[in-house]
């Protein structure tokens, strides 16, 4: 029993068989992330659709979507569908160059995690920046499908 153990230790870690095909394997792990991402900016497009009254996307509509939709459950389980499926594909993309479970397994779905968390919070900041460049650079051009008429508001009698 002793000797087996030390043979097992000698060993050292375990080690993920090389992969024939990595052509397969990229182009399936890249389809799951394209899966992951598109369902959550789906969701999160239809919302900010219903959202935007006046038909301008504005900085505000930006915010309260995001606060919104965090704050939801149906939200909060989009968003954490879409980071496990966009988890998965980078497992599936990361297999062919990753030998070590371990790595694959735990390293590469925190990293992918971590990057979609940062590039969405990037993703923001340049909607909300162009928002407000777009507001400066052309403030007088009616965006809201009105055709120049504003409807008057009725009197609660």
Same mark, same amino acid.
């Given at each position: 029993? #002793?000797?087996?153990? @030390?043979?097992?230790?000698?060993?050292?870690?375990?080690?993920?068989?090389? +992969?024939?095909?990595?052509?397969?394997?990229?182009?399936?792990?890249?389809? &799951? #992330?394209?899966?992951?991402?598109? $369902? =959550?900016?789906?969701?999160?497009? !239809?919302?900010?659709?219903? #959202?935007?009254?006046?038909?301008?996307? @504005?900085?505000?509509?930006?915010?309260?979507?995001? *606060? #919104?939709?965090? *704050? @939801?459950?149906?939200?909060?389980? +989009?968003?954490?569908?879409?980071?496990?499926?966009?988890?998965?594909?980078?497992?599936?993309?990361? /297999?062919? *160059?990753?030998?070590?479970?371990? @790595?694959?397994?735990? !390293? &590469?779905? %925190?990293? !992918?995690?971590?990057?979609?968390? =940062?590039?969405?919070?990037?993703?923001? %900041?340049?909607? %909300?920046?162009?928002?407000?460049?777009?507001?400066?650079? +052309?403030?007088?051009?009616?965006?809201? $499908?009105?055709?120049?008429?504003?409807?008057?508001?009725? /009197? /609660?009698?």
């Amino acid at each position: 029993m #002793q000797d087996n153990l @030390t043979a097992d230790a000698a060993a050292g870690p375990r080690m993920l068989s090389p +992969v024939r095909s990595r052509a397969l394997w990229t182009a399936s792990g890249l389809a &799951v #992330q394209a899966a992951g991402l598109g $369902g =959550v900016t789906a969701f999160l497009w !239809a919302k900010l659709r219903h #959202q935007d009254l006046g038909g301008h996307v @504005t900085a505000a509509t930006f915010r309260l979507m995001w *606060h #919104q939709e965090v *704050h @939801t459950h149906t939200g909060l389980a +989009v968003l954490i569908t879409g980071a496990v499926i966009y988890a998965a594909g980078s497992v599936l993309l990361a /297999r062919p *160059h990753v030998s070590r479970p371990v @790595t694959l397994f735990i !390293a &590469v779905p %925190v990293a !992918a995690v971590a990057g979609m968390a =940062v590039l969405g919070v990037l993703a923001l %900041v340049v909607a %909300v920046l162009l928002s407000a460049l777009g507001d400066q650079l +052309v403030p007088d051009i009616d965006l809201g $499908g009105s055709g120049g008429r504003k409807r008057a508001r009725r /009197r /609660r009698q």
